[in-house]
Structure formats: C-alpha cells, structure tokens
C-alpha cells in the first residue's frame, strides 16, 4: 500500500500528551500495566485504566502502591513474557531509580512514558527537566519528544526498539506543556499498528518447563569475570540500538508516513551560532531561529531527540561547523553544569573543531521559559568570545540580587 | 500417578520428585531451606519462584523450577508481576510462589506485600521467618522477638520491642488463607500446603524457621526448637480464613518458655526477671489468640 | 554466550539459560564443610539384647504390623522354634527392657509370641527347600533343648534322632511345668511340627544302660548332643529328710503330670522359691489340699521364680512364709510331723548376687506338716555318662566351649540345664541352637558363628520419641490369633522398632539438602553434600542414625 494511503487510515483526535501516550500504548497492545498516579502523569494512567475497563485494551491494570512496585512489577512480568508499559513523573521516577538500574541491567524491554517536572523539596508539580536526564545511567534508552503526535508515534516505535535490542525505553516529554495541551493528533489504524509492531516474541521467560534464572547471580564459579562481560553486553546493546532506532524509523515512516531522526537540524548548514535544546525548549526555538534568520543572523536548531544512547560522533559532525554553540538546560547536575551541556563537552572533545560551548540553565522550578529567554541565549553567544563560566543562569538571578 | 514415599510417622504421602537439589549454600540445618524444599515438592512441577534479597539466595542456587530474583522491596510486586504476564498469556495453572525472608516480608518488603494483599493477588507468598537479617549478618528485623541480642541490638541493649504480628497484619487485609508451620510439625505444614495449593486469591505462609547461626544454637537441633517454640507457645500453628476465621492449634504437651529460650544463645544474657515478663507476655498473648479463635485443635 | 560449557545469560536478558546437570555449576559439594557426619547405625533392640534367645522381636513385630502375619511367625520360630512355650512360661526379659515402657506401655510381647507361635504350629514347619545330609546326629534328652538342637539341625538337613528315657517326649515341658501353665496338648503339638520336619524320637529309652553315649558315637551317628536337663532335686541336706512324707520337687511334678493322683496330705508345706517351688505348691493346691504354704529363706525379691507366678500362688490362698528355713524335719510314727524352722535376715550378697540369709538365733519356731515338698534347686543327672569320658565340672554341669558348646570329647555337645544349670525354656533355645551350629560347623569345616562384641544397644534417651502417638496396650489373652487379629496389629504396630531404619523417611523429610538416599529399604548418605547438620541424627524416632567425627574418614 502506499505510503499516501496508509496516511489516510486513522483519524485525527485533539489530545493531550498524556492522552497520546495512552493511545500510543494501547495501539501497541501493552499486555500489563501497573502504574501508580502523579501529577503530571496521571491522566496518562486514568485514560489506559479506562481503555482496560472497557475492554478495548486487553491488559492487566495493576493499582500498585507506589512507582517503586510499579517498575518492580514490570520488570517481573517483563520476564514472564508479557510486554508492558508505565508512566511516572518527578518523585516517581526518582523513587523508581533502584528499579531502573535493574530493568536496564536486567534487558527488560519496558517502555515508559516519563512526564517531566520537578524533583523536590518542595513537593510542586513545577516545569523543570530534571527527573529524566538524572537517570541516563541506568541503561534505559531515552527519547524526548516535541509533539504529541512525536509522544503516541515513539512509543509504538520504542516497541519495536526495545524489543529487537532488549533495552528498556523511557518516551520523555514536558508535565504540563505538552502533557496537558492538546493538539491534533493522527491515531492510527489498529491494523496498520500491528503490521508494524507485531506481538512480542521472546525466545527466553519464565517457564515452568525450563529452570532458567532471572536476575540471579551466577554464583562462585563464573562471578565477576563473567558478570563484567554481561556489563560490556548491555553497552554493546546501546551501541546496536542507535543503529536499531534508525532503521525502526525508517520503517516507522514506510508504514505511516511521518519521519523522525535520532536528532533533528533545522537550518544548521550555515549557522554561526547552533541552539542545541530538547522537547518543547526546542519547538519554541523554531521559532525563535526563524525570527532571527529573518534579522539575517545566521542561526540553526539541534534539538537532540535520542538521549540515550547519546549519539556523540553524529552530533558533534553537524556541531563543530558552528562559530558559537548554545545549549539550554531545564535542569542542574549539582557540582557541574546542565546536563545536555555535560553532554554536549564530552561529545565536543573527540570533534575536529571544538567551537565554545555556553551552557544555559533556566526554566527551572516552575519558572517559565520563555521565547524571550531562548532569543537572549542565542544573542549572548554571538555577543561573547568565550563563556564566563559552565554555566549561564538563564533569568535565574543569584541570591544576594533582587528579583 | 506422581511418585511418593511415605512418610511412616505421620502417614502421609510426600512426592518424591526433588525440585531443590543439594548443594546449596544455606548453613547446614537450614529449616528455611527444607521448608522450600518440600513446598517445591506439592507446589512443582508447575511453579514460578521469586525470592528477593534473603538467606533464599543461598538456597535458590540451583533449582529445578524457574526463578525470578528481585529487589528487597519487591517480594510481593515481583510476584505480582509474574503472576500478570502468566495471566495474559493464558496460563491460570502455573502457581507463583513468592519466597521471602522475614526482613523482606515485616519490614522493607511490607508496603509492596500488603498492597498485593489488598488487590488478593493470585499468589502464594511464604515468609520463612528466622527473626533476623540473617544473611547480612544477623542484624535485628521487626520479627526479632522483644530482648533477643542481634549485632543491631548489641548488650547492653537488645531489642526492646516486641515481636511485629504479621499474622493479624495479613488478616487485616481479608485474605483468603494465612497460615503459620513449623518443620517439626510435618503433617500440620504439609496440610496446610495442600490447602493454599487448592485455594485461589492471596495466600500467605509465616514459617518458623529457627536459625543456628543467628540464634546461637547447634545446628542438628533445628528441628527441635522448632518443636519447642511451639510446645512453649512462644510460636503459635494458626489458620485464617478469610482474615476473620481464626483457627488455633494447642499444644497438647507445653513446656515451659524459659525452657524455649535457654536453648538459645541469643538469650543468654536474660536475667530471670526478663525471662519472668516474657513467660508472663506467652501467657497474655496466648489469651489473646484463643479469645480470637473460633477453632481450637490439639497438635 | 557460553561459559565454561553452558549457556548462561542469554545476549538478549539477563537469563541463565542452565538446565540439568549443567545447574549442578551452580552448586557446590558441600560436603566438604562436614566437621561431623551422620552413619547408619543399625543398633539393637533392647528386648532382643535382654532375650537369651536373641530373637529378632522387632523385625517380627513389623512383620506383624504390616499384617504379614505368616511372615512375621516364620521370622519368629527361625529364631525360636518353641515360641507357642515360651509365650507361655517364659519369664520375660524383653517387656520389662521394652523403651516403650518408658513412653507408655511396654509391648506386649510375650502375648504376641503366644499368638504367632500358636499360629506357626497350626501352619506346620515345611519340610520343602531343606536340604538333605548324609550325616546323623544323636541328641539324648527331648527337652526344650534337644527339641531347639533337632529343629534347627534337620533344617541344615541332618538325620537326627532323639532318644528319651521317659515315656512321652517334651522333659521339663512335659513332666515338670504343670498343665495349667503349660497344656500338655500344646507340647504334643510343637513336637508333632519338629517331627514333622524328619526327626525322630525314642521314647522309654534310657541312655546309659543298654545303649552309651560310646556305643552311639560308635553305631555311626557323627555327633551326639547331651541335652539331659537337669533332674536331680538337690538335697535339703537336714535331719529327717529320707523320712516318709518328704517328696523332693521334681519328683513331685513328674508323677503328677504323668496323671497320677500323688496322695499328699492336708498341710503342705513346699521348700523353696523357684519354679519348681511354685509349681508344686500350685499343683499341690490343684489336688485339693485345704492349706498350702511355702518355706523361702529370703525376700520376695530374691525369689528367683516368675513374677506372675508368684502373684497367682498368692491369689489362690497360698501362704508364702519369707525369711523362714527349715533346720530339721519333726517325724513322728514314722511320718512327717512338722519342721523345725528358723528366721531369717538378709545380710550382704552372695555368688548368686543376691542377698544372702543369715539366721536369726533364737528364734527357731515349730510348724504342723504332714507333707513336704523339697523344692531348693536342681543339678543335671548325669550317671549315665559314667565311663563315657566327657568331663564334668566342680558343678554337676558339663564343660564346653562357649562358641560352639562342644565337649572334651570332638563328636559330643552339651545343651541345655545339663550345661548351664537350671535356666529357663528360652535359654534352653538358645543353646540348643548354638549346639546345632557347632555341630553343623564342625561337620562341614566351617567357621562358627561367634556374637558380635560392643554392639550399641538402644536406650530410650537414643530415641526421639516426638514422633509417636501414645497407644494403649492391647489385650490379647485368651483367644487365638484368627480372633485378636487387628488387637495383635495393633499392638505390634506400637513397637518403636528401635535401633533400625525402617524408611520411615522422617530423615529424608527434614533434611534442609535433600541429601538423604535409599538403599536396600535403609537410608544412605549423599556424602558429596552432606553438611554434617546432624538433623537426621538428632530426629530418627529410632536412633538409627548417629554422628561420628569427620576427622575419622579423612
């Protein structure tokens, strides 16, 4: 069929974030679900217990207790075979941070949809990116999306990923930007969905008629040396699940016609000072470039939209073309810098040519980021040699200041 | 037909197939270990086992049923887990046996237990309850009993509080069947075993499991204080139905609970005084538990 | 991904793929943390260590619980081939050893040997499978045990051929224990079995006068087994003794049991506090004598006859005087009159290790009798092996090797009171049966069998008596075995069975390594795993199981 008429089976819904990522996980025919509520997350779980309720989506709800037995029960449920799916914000993602290491350690392929807001004191649901990015080590792969059509079509996408590496996969994306406004949406045919996404085959789970062990250690005999090789595997799977993504991609837009990359770059051929941002930063940025593209100033977007696996090599290439590179982080890795920008230094250092790198952070706390906030980091690159320091605090004056 | 041996004493049947093999590496005289051992026996050939952080690391090395390791936490979610994935795929038979010692169970595990209690998971969970953090080194739990030394209750301060309820905190949720055993009472464990086997919903076991090396006493005398912490009614054989159908297993020869307690190490700094208020608590408690039952049997 | 052979962790999931005996990689031989290892040690019963006869009660008894009933008799009457007597009389060592006497109750085994033994003549001894033997053997005497002696050596397939002096065959069975203890049908019928197997007895023939131990070694019978009892009453050795009226013990008996109405007065008195005594003071009351009372220099502790005995004299309104000897019969007209007796205390033990009796002087006191019955001890009679050339010991017994119960003289053998003194029916039995053996052995060349020394012998703190239920002790008097069948198994079955593993799988049940095999019906060690916890030790209900240091098996 052709890719024009595939487009055409489905409809288009107004929906929120989170009411994408619902979709997104009962086209793919998530078999167990156990997830526990927080704002911003729990529309996402309300509208998939609705889903099960009725019957539309043949799975089991789990009402668990807290984030932490949610991933714990899927990470379980992971081995017994089934496909699974979660979402969770802020605390949550930080309460499940044990969990994590042990399904991206473990191999589950569990996709979870991750609403970011802040981490606490205080206990507010404030905008911030902090809670995702702070678990980049726990070997779950992690895509930010921009759009909510990005959220439902990552998740069907991360499937396929997780399933074909055996990697756990994180579908990120904004608590209340995006998460609570709505937009229209292309849902899918459920027919097109499984002619991409077919059910999960698994050569090995738990099975009464193998004694396989799940999670255990292999004891005295092959220990450490063998446990190390493990480690190094799950590594080489990152490394295979770049390549994966990209194919899944491809294939993703063979069968419903809209393309996505690992990261994207919007009029970054020629651009003096490249604007590297995630998620709604970056749709904000769009525009923000195309104002001062029309001023003549040579600028260009990046919005990274793998984080994990980083793809280091690939950005760097398209990076170190530029004069000055602009990076906002919506979050703080206490003790060193923002966290994309940590990224972004470490890419940066194995590249040919290494333009200076400022590092913004702002839009933290619930602070608002604004276009206004975007179009001064980009000029305060221009306008200086070399950064002052790691970090650029973006509308976030120190304490002794007023405001 | 399944294979058994019988055992004589007691006249009942036992299947002979071993789904736990030795060469593990629980301390000898584990009753832990030979309680999962026959539990395997009724439960297998068709069980998942999950067992968190726990001495059960040491006796689930090489089993001959699948096994599933979790975080500490876990227990009672992990079961959960498995129990969903068998579900959705069709599979109503397989049993799922969660396998937990008493520190997963009474306290880091407790939130994610009682909320798999509250939903009636499907499962059968089994705390083997050596009132300790044995295997990290006999560190204190809330199931250590009130003046037990542990290397967190050191002299001249052992543990104050007394021993956690865990058989009423199950009840409280309304389980279909809870029950207590003890290895020295095989046809009481055995039976109960064939009941959880036969029932569905939420089942959970508290089993006695006197620890030699926690509890400081030679390890071919398991089995004997398993016998006496029943006989002293320290540890008491119940069943409960439901949460509210109590049912009490009497000693029919009691000993005394100084007796109980002298023949372990862990005690040996007890004064008489002390040992006066514990027998005087056995007795209290004792009351207590037979006011609750609506069933009282001799054993 | 593969390791050391097996495939552990899948490339895509944390998963070790390791089944069979790959999972035993995961494993260690954790027999080598052992500082103790659990044995095998099949120990014996207490009641078959208290038994002469050595009689293998507990693995009839399990026979017999098994409702094996035919098994469980032909176990019994191969170790005893006369238990339908001594069910009857024997003075019981075993019950009172029996640890389930410290529990409840001690076996009723003396009972059961009854019922099985009845029941063993009622099937009848098989002659089929016995082998046949050219050799002959002689055995003088058809007591207890010249019948024990000829059982067990036409069962090796020998000719034998008992010669008896007296007119029925059975000695002491026949002519001393009286018929109330002792029906003289069951006697008949027991012998009737052993004949049944080949032997053959001569009765009213006496050895010594026309025929010799010499002229039958001579005739060619390739052995002679002595087994003549002992018959001679001792002497009370007092003055008055020969007078008419006094009837020595055994002599009694004989003529009563041979039917003969013995004319006795109407105030007995028996001397004496065994057996004999009792019977004859019982069989005394049994021919109408109004008052009966016994003389018995010691306590009633000391009295060597059976308990139960005793106990019935008493019930029948026999007087038993303690403390009391005769020093002189009183004879008037030529009859007895009375006796002239003594009191006496107890002072320190003797060579009997009892205490022994010391008069009391001054306190001599005078009793009415018209009949006296002299029933102080017995010694063997052996004048008719006058010249033979066997040798006879400072005690009237005959000599012999303890193994093998052979003489001076290679080609004769000694059973029985004859050799031991006077003893009980069981211990007739059982030399009986060594004497079979010796002879059998010294026929074919062979090695004597000789008991294993320093055999551990089960005490009740050996059992772990947690895992039987209390049990009331059956009654099984005055019925025959088709009638108290399931009391019969039901008492049997309260036998602990101490000292041997009978799988009952308790060890195997609680072991926390599920190392605990089976081999030939018994357990078996997987020594490659055992830890050494000693649970299996500590809980057999039998004490079967016992803890050795390991250091011994390095």
């Given at each position: 069929?052709?890719?024009?008429?595939?487009?055409?089976?489905?409809?288009?819904?107004?929906?929120?974030?989170?009411?994408?990522a619902?979709?997104?996980?009962?086209?793919?025919?998530?078999?167990?679900?156990?997830?526990?509520?927080i704002?911003?997350q729990?529309?996402?779980?309300?509208?998939?217990?609705?889903?099960?309720?009725?019957?539309e989506?043949?799975?089991?709800f789990?009402?668990?207790e807290?984030?932490?037995?949610?991933?714990?029960?899927?990470?379980?449920?992971?081995?017994?075979?089934?496909?699974?799916?979660?979402?969770?914000a802020?605390?949550?993602l930080?309460?499940?941070?044990?969990?994590?290491?042990?399904?991206?350690?473990?191999?589950?392929?569990?996709?979870?949809?991750?609403?970011?807001?802040?981490?606490?004191?205080?206990?507010?649901?404030?905008?911030?990116?902090?809670?995702?990015?702070?678990?980049?080590?726990?070997?779950?792969?992690?895509?930010?999306?921009q759009?909510n059509?990005?959220?439902?079509?990552?998740?069907?996408?991360?499937?396929?990923?997780?399933?074909?590496?055996?990697?756990?996969?994180m579908?990120?994306?904004?608590?209340?930007?995006?998460?609570?406004?709505?937009?229209?949406?292309?849902?899918?045919?459920?027919e097109?969905?499984?002619?991409?996404?077919?059910?999960?085959?698994?050569?090995?789970?738990?099975d009464?008629?193998?004694?396989?062990?799940?999670?255990?250690?292999?004891?005295?005999?092959a220990?450490?040396?063998?446990m190390?090789?493990?480690r190094?595997?799950?590594?080489?799977?990152h490394?295979?699940?770049k390549?994966?993504t990209k194919?899944?991609?491809?294939?993703?837009?063979q069968?419903f016609g809209?393309?996505?990359?690992?990261?994207?770059?919007?009029?970054?051929?020629?651009?003096e000072?490249?604007?590297?941002?995630?998620?709604?930063?970056?749709?904000?940025?769009?525009?923000?470039?195309?104002?001062?593209?029309?001023?003549?100033?040579k600028v260009?977007?990046?919005?990274?939209?793998?984080f994990?696996?980083?793809?280091?090599?690939?950005?760097?290439?398209?990076?170190?073309?530029?004069?000055?590179?602009?990076?906002?982080?919506?979050?703080?890795?206490?003790?060193?810098?923002?966290?994309l920008?940590?990224?972004l230094?470490?890419?940066?250092?194995?590249?040919?040519?290494?333009p200076?790198?400022?590092?913004?952070?702002?839009?933290?706390?619930?602070?608002?980021?604004?276009?206004?906030?975007?179009?001064?980091?980009?000029?305060?690159?221009?306008?200086?040699?070399?950064?002052?320091?790691?970090?650029?605090?973006?509308?976030?004056p120190?304490?002794?200041?007023?405001? | 037909?399944?294979?058994?041996?019988?055992?004589?004493?007691?006249?009942i049947?036992?299947?002979?197939?071993e789904?736990?093999?030795p060469?593990?590496?629980?301390?000898?005289?584990?009753?832990?270990?030979?309680?999962?051992?026959?539990?395997?026996?009724?439960?297998?050939?068709?069980?998942?086992?999950?067992?968190?952080?726990?001495?059960?690391?040491?006796?689930?090395?090489a089993?001959?049923?699948?096994?599933?390791?979790?975080?500490?936490?876990?227990?009672a979610a992990?079961?959960?887990?498995?129990?969903?994935?068998?579900d959705?795929?069709?599979?109503?038979?397989?049993?799922?046996?969660?396998?937990?010692g008493?520190?997963?169970?009474?306290?880091i595990g407790?939130?994610?237990?009682?909320a798999?209690?509250?939903?009636?998971?499907?499962?059968?969970?089994?705390?083997?309850?050596?009132?300790?953090?044995?295997?990290?080194?006999?560190?204190?739990?809330?199931a250590?009993?009130?003046?037990?030394?542990?290397?967190?209750?050191?002299?001249?301060?052992p543990?104050?509080?007394?021993?956690?309820?865990?058989?009423?905190?199950?009840?409280?949720?309304?389980?279909?069947?809870?029950?207590?055993?003890?290895?020295?009472?095989?046809?009481?464990?055995?039976?109960?075993?064939?009941?959880?086997?036969e029932?569905?919903?939420?089942?959970?076991?508290?089993?006695?499991?006197?620890?030699?090396?926690?509890?400081?006493?030679?390890?071919?005398?398991?089995?004997?204080?398993?016998?006496?912490?029943?006989?002293?009614?320290?540890?008491?054989?119940?069943?409960?139905?439901?949460?509210?159908?109590?049912?009490v297993?009497?000693?029919?020869?009691t000993?005394?609970?100084?007796?109980?307690?002298?023949?372990?190490?862990?005690?040996?700094h007890?004064?008489?005084?002390?040992?006066?208020?514990?027998?005087?608590?056995?007795?209290?408690?004792?009351?207590?538990?037979i006011?609750?039952?609506?069933?009282?049997?001799?054993? | 991904?593969?390791?050391?052979?097996?495939?552990?962790?899948?490339e895509?999931?944390?998963?070790?793929?390791?089944?069979?005996?790959?999972?035993?990689?995961?494993?260690?031989?954790?027999?080598?943390?052992?500082?103790?290892?659990?044995?095998l040690?099949?120990?014996?019963?207490?009641?078959?260590?208290?038994c002469?006869?050595t009689?293998?009660?507990?693995?009839?008894?399990?026979?017999l619980?098994e409702?094996?009933?035919?098994?469980?008799?032909?176990?019994?009457?191969?170790?005893?081939?006369?238990?339908?007597?001594?069910?009857?009389?024997?003075p019981?060592?075993c019950?009172?050893?029996?640890?389930?006497?410290?529990?409840?109750?001690?076996?009723?085994?003396?009972?059961?040997?009854?019922?099985l033994g009845?029941?063993?003549?009622?099937?009848?001894?098989?002659r089929?499978?016995?082998?046949?033997?050219?050799?002959?053997?002689?055995i003088?005497?058809?007591?207890?045990?010249?019948?024990?002696?000829?059982?067990?050596?036409?069962?090796?397939?020998?000719?034998?051929?008992?010669?008896?002096?007296?007119?029925?065959?059975?000695?002491m069975?026949?002519w001393?224990v009286?018929?109330?203890?002792?029906?003289?049908?069951?006697?008949?019928?027991?012998?009737?079995?052993?004949?049944?197997?080949?032997?053959?007895?001569?009765?009213?023939?006496?050895?010594?006068?026309?025929?010799?131990l010499?002229a039958l070694?001579?005739?060619?019978?390739?052995?002679?087994?002595?087994?003549?009892?002992?018959?001679?009453d001792?002497?009370?050795?007092?003055?008055?003794?020969?007078?008419?009226?006094?009837?020595p013990?055994?002599?009694?008996?004989?003529?009563?049991?041979?039917?003969?109405?013995?004319?006795?007065g109407?105030?007995v008195?028996?001397?004496?506090?065994?057996?004999t005594?009792?019977?004859?003071?019982?069989?005394a009351s049994?021919?109408?004598?109004?008052q009966?009372?016994?003389?018995?220099?010691?306590?009633?502790?000391?009295?060597?006859?059976?308990?139960?005995?005793?106990?019935?004299?008493?019930?029948?309104?026999?007087?038993?005087q303690?403390?009391?000897?005769p020093?002189?019969?009183?004879?008037?007209d030529?009859?007895?009159?009375?006796?002239r007796?003594?009191r006496?205390?107890?002072?320190?033990?003797?060579?009997?290790?009892?205490?022994?009796?010391?008069?009391?002087a001054?306190?001599?006191?005078?009793?009415?009798?018209?009949?006296i019955?002299?029933?102080?001890?017995?010694?063997?009679?052996?004048a008719?092996?006058?010249?033979?050339?066997?040798e006879?010991?400072?005690?009237?017994?005959?000599?012999?090797s303890?193994?093998?119960?052979?003489?001076?003289l290679?080609?004769?053998?000694?059973?029985g009171?004859?050799?031991?003194?006077?003893?009980?029916?069981?211990q007739?039995v059982?030399?009986?049966k060594?004497?079979?053996?010796?002879?059998?052995?010294?026929?074919?060349?062979?090695?004597?069998?000789v008991?294993p020394?320093?055999?551990?012998?089960?005490?009740?703190?050996?059992?772990?008596?947690?895992?039987?239920e209390?049990?009331?002790?059956?009654?099984?008097?005055?019925?025959e075995?088709?009638?108290?069948?399931?009391?019969?198994?039901?008492?049997?079955?309260?036998?602990?069975?101490?000292?041997s593993?009978?799988?009952?799988?308790?060890?195997?049940?609680?072991?926390?390594?599920?190392?605990?095999?089976?081999?030939?019906?018994?357990?078996?060690?997987?020594y490659?795993?055992?830890?050494?916890?000693?649970?299996?030790?500590?809980e057999?209900?039998r004490?079967?199981?016992?803890?050795?240091?390991?250091s011994?098996?390095?």
């Amino acid at each position: 069929m052709a890719i024009e008429e595939k487009t055409q089976r489905g409809t288009y819904e107004l929906l929120s974030g989170a009411y994408s990522a619902a979709a997104g996980a009962m086209l793919s025919r998530a078999q167990v679900v156990a997830a526990y509520p927080i704002t911003p997350q729990s529309t996402v779980v309300e509208k998939l217990s609705e889903y099960i309720a009725k019957g539309e989506l043949a799975a089991k709800f789990i009402p668990v207790e807290s984030e932490h037995s949610a991933m714990s029960v899927l990470a379980s449920a992971s081995a017994g075979g089934a496909r699974t799916f979660t979402a969770t914000a802020r605390q949550g993602l930080a309460l499940m941070h044990e969990v994590l290491h042990w399904a991206g350690r473990g191999r589950c392929p569990i996709v979870m949809a991750v609403v970011t807001a802040s981490l606490g004191p205080p206990p507010d649901i404030a905008m911030e990116q902090d809670d995702a990015p702070g678990q980049r080590d726990t070997g779950w792969l992690q895509f930010y999306c921009q759009t909510n059509q990005e959220i439902l079509d990552t998740i069907i996408q991360a499937y396929r990923i997780a399933e074909t590496v055996s990697l756990p996969v994180m579908v990120v994306f904004d608590g209340f930007i995006m998460s609570h406004t709505y937009e229209p949406v292309f849902v899918p045919e459920q027919e097109v969905v499984d002619g991409f996404l077919p059910p999960r085959q698994t050569k090995f789970k738990l099975d009464p008629d193998h004694p396989w062990r799940f999670f255990a250690s292999p004891g005295a005999v092959a220990g450490a040396p063998y446990m190390s090789k493990l480690r190094r595997r799950v590594q080489d799977a990152h490394e295979i699940a770049k390549e994966v993504t990209k194919e899944v991609q491809e294939e993703f837009y063979q069968h419903f016609g809209r393309r996505y990359e690992i990261f994207e770059c919007y009029r970054t051929e020629d651009a003096e000072v490249i604007l590297v941002a995630m998620t709604s930063v970056a749709s904000m940025a769009h525009d923000v470039i195309d104002e001062m593209r029309e001023e003549g100033k040579k600028v260009g977007l990046l919005r990274v939209r793998m984080f994990r696996p980083f793809p280091a090599q690939e950005i760097a290439a398209v990076l170190q073309n530029a004069s000055k590179i602009a990076v906002i982080d919506r979050n703080v890795s206490y003790g060193r810098s923002g966290i994309l920008a940590l990224e972004l230094r470490a890419a940066m250092y194995a590249a040919a040519k290494k333009p200076p790198i400022f590092g913004f952070i702002g839009g933290v706390a619930g602070l608002s980021l604004k276009m206004e906030n975007i179009r001064y980091a980009i000029e305060y690159s221009y306008a200086h040699e070399e950064p002052e320091g790691e970090i650029i605090w973006l509308g976030i004056p120190a304490w002794e200041e007023q405001g | 037909m399944i294979k058994t041996k019988t055992l004589k004493q007691f006249g009942i049947e036992i299947p002979e197939a071993e789904y736990a093999p030795p060469g593990h590496t629980a301390c000898g005289g584990c009753p832990g270990a030979a309680m999962l051992r026959q539990m395997l026996k009724f439960l297998g050939p068709r069980v998942i086992m999950t067992n968190p952080a726990s001495c059960s690391g040491y006796f689930g090395r090489a089993l001959e049923v699948p096994l599933c390791r979790c975080l500490f936490e876990a227990a009672a979610a992990s079961g959960t887990g498995i129990r969903a994935a068998l579900d959705v795929m069709g599979d109503k038979e397989t049993h799922v046996l969660v396998f937990a010692g008493d520190g997963g169970t009474y306290d880091i595990g407790i939130q994610a237990l009682s909320a798999a209690a509250e939903r009636n998971e499907n499962l059968i969970y089994a705390c083997y309850d050596n009132e300790g953090y044995m295997m990290t080194g006999m560190q204190r739990s809330s199931a250590t009993p009130a003046g037990a030394w542990s290397t967190t209750t050191p002299l001249p301060q052992p543990k104050r509080e007394r021993k956690k309820d865990i058989v009423a905190i199950m009840a409280a949720h309304r389980i279909p069947y809870i029950a207590t055993a003890s290895i020295a009472y095989p046809n009481d464990f055995v039976s109960k075993v064939l009941k959880a086997r036969e029932t569905e919903g939420m089942r959970f076991f508290n089993l006695l499991a006197p620890c030699p090396t926690g509890w400081r006493f030679e390890s071919r005398l398991s089995v004997k204080l398993a016998r006496m912490a029943i006989q002293s009614r320290l540890f008491a054989l119940v069943e409960v139905e439901d949460g509210i159908h109590w049912k009490v297993k009497q000693p029919k020869e009691t000993i005394p609970v100084r007796d109980y307690i002298k023949a372990q190490g862990r005690f040996s700094h007890l004064k008489e005084a002390d040992i006066e208020a514990i027998e005087k608590d056995v007795d209290e408690e004792w009351k207590l538990l037979i006011a609750k039952a609506s069933v009282v049997e001799e054993i | 991904m593969k390791i050391k052979g097996f495939d552990v962790c899948d490339e895509t999931m944390h998963v070790q793929v390791v089944e069979g005996e790959a999972l035993s990689i995961l494993t260690s031989k954790t027999g080598t943390w052992r500082s103790v290892r659990p044995l095998l040690a099949e120990s014996v019963a207490p009641c078959s260590h208290a038994c002469p006869g050595t009689i293998r009660i507990r693995e009839y008894l399990a026979l017999l619980g098994e409702e094996k009933i035919k098994e469980a008799a032909a176990l019994l009457v191969e170790d005893n081939p006369l238990a339908a007597i001594t069910g009857r009389v024997c003075p019981c060592f075993c019950e009172p050893d029996c640890n389930r006497g410290e529990f409840d109750q001690p076996i009723a085994i003396k009972s059961l040997e009854r019922l099985l033994g009845d029941y063993a003549i009622k099937q009848g001894f098989s002659r089929s499978d016995l082998p046949v033997r050219k050799e002959r053997v002689a055995i003088i005497g058809s007591g207890p045990a010249g019948l024990s002696a000829a059982y067990y050596l036409a069962r090796y397939g020998y000719q034998v051929t008992i010669f008896e002096a007296l007119p029925t065959a059975g000695g002491m069975l026949y002519w001393g224990v009286p018929e109330y203890r002792l029906p003289n049908k069951i006697v008949a019928e027991e012998i009737e079995a052993i004949k049944s197997l080949g032997v053959e007895i001569k009765t009213n023939v006496a050895v010594g006068q026309e025929l010799t131990l010499n002229a039958l070694l001579a005739e060619g019978y390739n052995a002679v087994l002595v087994a003549a009892g002992a018959w001679n009453d001792l002497k009370l050795n007092i003055l008055g003794e020969e007078t008419e009226g006094v009837i020595p013990g055994l002599k009694f008996l004989k003529r009563a049991n041979s039917g003969e109405k013995v004319k006795v007065g109407d105030r007995v008195f028996v001397i004496g506090g065994g057996n004999t005594a009792i019977d004859s003071a019982r069989v005394a009351s049994r021919l109408g004598v109004k008052q009966v009372s016994i003389l018995y220099r010691r306590s009633r502790a000391e009295m060597p006859a059976v308990a139960e005995e005793v106990e019935a004299a008493l019930n029948e309104g026999i007087e038993i005087q303690f403390l009391v000897a005769p020093t002189e019969i009183l004879v008037k007209d030529g009859r007895v009159n009375g006796i002239r007796c003594l009191r006496m205390e107890l002072g320190e033990p003797d060579d009997s290790g009892r205490r022994k009796p010391i008069p009391i002087a001054g306190s001599e006191f005078n009793v009415d009798a018209d009949t006296i019955i002299a029933a102080i001890g017995q010694a063997p009679d052996l004048a008719f092996l006058d010249g033979s050339g066997v040798e006879i010991a400072r005690d009237g017994t005959i000599s012999a090797s303890p193994d093998t119960l052979v003489t001076n003289l290679p080609r004769v053998f000694v059973a029985g009171d004859a050799q031991t003194g006077p003893a009980t029916v069981i211990q007739a039995v059982a030399t009986g049966k060594k004497a079979a053996l010796g002879i059998h052995s010294w026929l074919t060349g062979s090695e004597a069998l000789v008991s294993p020394e320093g055999e551990r012998v089960i005490k009740y703190e050996d059992l772990n008596v947690n895992y039987f239920e209390h049990e009331p002790r059956q009654e099984l008097e005055g019925a025959e075995m088709e009638m108290l069948k399931s009391a019969a198994i039901a008492e049997a079955q309260r036998c602990f069975y101490c000292g041997s593993c009978n799988e009952c799988n308790t060890c195997w049940f609680l072991c926390p390594d599920g190392v605990i095999l089976s081999k030939d019906g018994k357990v078996d060690f997987d020594y490659d795993y055992c830890k050494g916890c000693g649970i299996c030790a500590e809980e057999c209900p039998r004490g079967a199981v016992i803890l050795e240091e390991e250091s011994k098996w390095q």
